[in-house]
């Protein structure tokens, strides 16, 4: 279904009883941010939240895509699934053989409705331009600032317009602005992205680029910004299969060879000059819950704002998962399965991107196994398909195997392992996001191929049977004084794991930890791998531990393969993986890179929303989520000193 444009999606939420109304002050200055994350967090996403009174002239959107229930909202379905199916559907009809002149003619409805989908681009202004700024300012505008060491306010949710210099093709995307000034921002071009080869197209030519940002509209906009569509694939099409109805497209004031959409509540206009110095950007509290470091890119130079009569601001805030941001990324999941199945993986029955993953750095992957290596094909497919290929575990299970229950996942893989024969590792391309790669934008990568190992992939040597011996916490603790705490869950979730919190404080101290417990601890033959994490990191806190492992961890860089003849078996193999989750620095590993902080509300901010609750009226008070993470972090600065 379409929305008019966001009033209408603010008033279905309202309706659906998803949305509060916060009528009192609150300050676009980390308040709002704060108050998001509280609710977003308070279980099931919370509700949107409509900031009325913001001390400017216009009320701001938070948590709109925030659960399940509004992300299918958003996109007019009942449940993610629903796209998927009718995508499936499509590619049946359209690549199945037409072997008659009747099959063709049934076939005629469905191009006509492809031809509904196609954006149209309309004469005249429109609603997105009925009030023009006389003098184009962004400090006009609520945008709010996320996080303490934020560079300044970022515009979070832009829906960003670019075309192709030469052939003239749009792409939509999403990529964060940092406001400089009343007239200027950053645009934060990854190098992988489509907008930065246009940006590329335009300094050949030694021309500027015009850019324009729509912030508001149908719902469906933002998200078919960020969905991972194919190279000149225009995501008003995919809006337009979203919503049923063609999106309605205006020409700009300012830079008329782009077009935005009629409805958007804001539209602001202008240009990158290749020319320029580029600008030192960031740090920004992003979706990975630590901070980008800054860096430096183009300058956005603003022409024109524009907006239609009574609009609202849309944001959002990225950091520690979960956040609203997981959900867009969900209906990617969902949505873009259908494609990968039928186009590049056939055997993949089903898939799951596990919120502590942060979207690109875990990936499970659930497949109809039929021959030897197979998990290995999927592997190399998946890490060429799009963005895709920034992935950094991928986890391969069976099609009998339940992948949305992780505890029967967890207990399945491990049983079908052998860590010294089916865990692959390569290095590619990474998310410029990821700071545990030695190189920015480019490092290791682990696949963990956890299906039933068919005959031709089976290693008998590694098979050593279980035992009764159990592993006690405390003889790892009292043996290795540099551990903090340890979770065995043999012992209470029979999965041949430990997790363990260590001090590092000497070059190479995680691989020589490992070969000592790996050769000293009674019973270790029956643990197949050990995660090293932060010594101010809680091992039985599994979400958190995971979440912070994943982000700190280079799979080729940091693991450690112990492989002995078995102690307990004789001639059997003992292996044990070992996987360095830690904060990696130069002088213990190394590491030449900077090391980002952790992303953690200020103090101040904190007791300030504390004391104003009440006023807010949503409901009972809520703690900040940042309080639980405090220990957790180097220090107070961005950069990791």
Request: a negative charge; one cysteine or more.
């Given at each position: 279904m379409a929305y008019r444009n966001q009033d209408d999606f603010i008033k279905a939420l309202e309706k659906a009883g998803e949305l509060i109304r916060i009528k009192s002050f609150v300050d676009p200055r980390l308040e709002i941010a704060e108050i998001t994350d509280r609710v977003s967090k308070s279980g099931n996403g919370g509700k949107a939240l409509l900031f009325e009174n913001t001390g400017y002239d216009f009320p701001v959107l938070m948590n709109a895509y925030g659960s399940e229930k509004r992300m299918c909202m958003a996109l007019g379905i009942k449940q993610l699934d629903d796209v998927a199916f009718e995508i499936e559907q499509l590619f049946k009809l359209l690549t199945k053989p037409k072997e008659s002149i009747l099959d063709k003619l049934n076939l005629l409805p469905k191009l006509s409705e492809f031809a509904s989908w196609m954006p149209k681009i309309k004469k005249g202004r429109g609603v997105c331009q009925e009030i023009i700024f006389s003098e184009p300012d962004l400090s006009r505008l609520p945008v709010i600032t996320c996080w303490p060491k934020d560079g300044g306010p970022f515009i979070t949710l832009p829906i960003i317009h670019t075309k192709d210099i030469n052939t003239g093709i749009r792409n939509v995307g999403m990529y964060r602005m940092q406001i400089f000034?009343?007239?200027?921002?950053?645009?934060?071009?990854?190098?992988?992205?489509?907008?930065?080869?246009?940006?590329?197209?335009?300094?050949?030519?030694?021309?500027?680029?015009?850019?324009?940002?729509?912030?508001?509209?149908?719902?469906?906009?933002?998200?078919?910004?960020?969905?991972?569509?194919?190279?000149?694939?225009?995501?008003?099409?995919?809006?337009?299969?979203?919503?049923?109805?063609?999106?309605?497209?205006?020409?700009?004031?300012?830079?008329?060879?782009?077009?935005?959409?009629?409805?958007?509540?804001?539209?602001?206009?202008?240009?990158?000059?290749?020319?320029?110095?580029?600008?030192?950007?960031?740090?920004?509290?992003?979706?990975?819950?630590?901070?980008?470091?800054?860096?430096w890119y183009p300058k956005f130079h603003v022409t024109c704002i524009t907006h239609k009569k009574n609009p609202v601001y849309p944001a959002t805030i990225v950091g520690i998962p979960p956040q609203e941001d997981a959900w867009l990324g969900k209906a990617t999941e969902r949505i873009f399965l259908a494609p990968i199945k039928m186009m590049m993986v056939p055997e993949i029955v089903d898939m799951d991107m596990p919120v502590e993953g942060v979207f690109h750095n875990l990936v499970i992957t659930?497949?109809?196994?039929?021959?030897?290596?197979?998990?290995?094909?999927?592997?190399?497919?998946?890490?060429?398909?799009?963005?895709?290929?920034?992935?950094?575990?991928?986890?391969?299970?069976?099609?009998?195997?339940?992948?949305?229950?992780?505890?029967?996942?967890?207990?399945?893989?491990?049983?079908?392992?052998?860590?010294?024969?089916?865990?692959?590792?390569?290095?590619?391309?990474?998310?410029?996001?990821?700071?545990?790669?030695?190189?920015?934008?480019?490092?290791?990568?682990?696949?963990?191929?956890?299906?039933?190992?068919?005959?031709?992939?089976?290693?008998?040597?590694?098979?050593?049977?279980?035992t009764e011996l159990i592993i006690k916490e405390t003889d790892i603790i009292d043996a290795f004084p540099e551990i903090n705490k340890v979770n065995v869950l043999t012992g209470r979730l029979g999965i041949p794991c430990i997790i363990i919190s260590v001090q590092k404080n000497r070059q190479g101290h995680i691989r020589e930890l490992h070969k000592k417990i790996c050769e000293e601890i009674t019973g270790i033959e029956q643990i197949k791998m050990i995660l090293y994490i932060e010594q101010s990191v809680d091992p039985h806190k599994l979400s958190t531990a995971l979440w912070r492992f994943c982000n700190n961890l280079d799979p080729k860089r940091d693991h450690i393969l112990f492989e002995a003849p078995s102690k307990s078996c004789r001639g059997k193999i003992f292996a044990c993986i070992g996987l360095d989750g830690t904060r990696k620095i130069k002088e213990l590993d190394g590491f030449e890179r900077d090391w980002p902080n952790i992303i953690v509300a200020d103090d101040r901010t904190i007791e300030s929303v504390d004391n104003k609750w009440?006023?807010?009226?949503?409901?009972?008070?809520?703690?900040?989520?940042?309080?639980?993470?405090?220990?957790q972090m180097y220090g107070e600065e961005a950069v990791v000193k």
């Open positions: 000034n009343r007239k200027t921002t950053g645009m934060h071009w990854h190098k992988h992205k489509v907008s930065a080869r246009h940006y590329n197209g335009y300094k050949t030519a030694g021309k500027k680029m015009p850019v324009a940002v729509a912030l508001g509209g149908d719902p469906v906009y933002a998200y078919s910004a960020t969905a991972p569509l194919p190279e000149n694939v225009d995501e008003y099409m995919l809006a337009g299969f979203l919503r049923k109805k063609k999106v309605e497209l205006v020409k700009c004031i300012t830079q008329p060879e782009l077009e935005v959409p009629s409805d958007a509540d804001f539209v602001i206009e202008g240009y990158v000059d290749p020319g320029d110095e580029l600008i030192w950007e960031g740090p920004f509290g992003d979706h990975t819950g630590y901070y980008s470091l800054p860096d659930q497949i109809k196994k039929e021959y030897a290596g197979q998990a290995q094909k999927v592997m190399n497919a998946m890490w060429g398909a799009g963005q895709m290929m920034f992935n950094k575990i991928l986890i391969i299970a069976d099609e009998h195997t339940d992948i949305k229950n992780y505890y029967l996942l967890a207990k399945t893989i491990f049983r079908n392992l052998n860590v010294a024969a089916n865990i692959f590792f390569t290095t590619g391309p990474m998310d410029v996001l990821d700071h545990s790669c030695s190189k920015l934008g480019f490092g290791g990568k682990m696949c963990i191929d956890g299906t039933n190992q068919l005959e031709e992939e089976y290693d008998e040597r590694y098979m050593i049977p279980e009440n006023q807010l009226n949503i409901g009972p008070f809520i703690s900040s989520p940042s309080l639980q993470f405090k220990e």
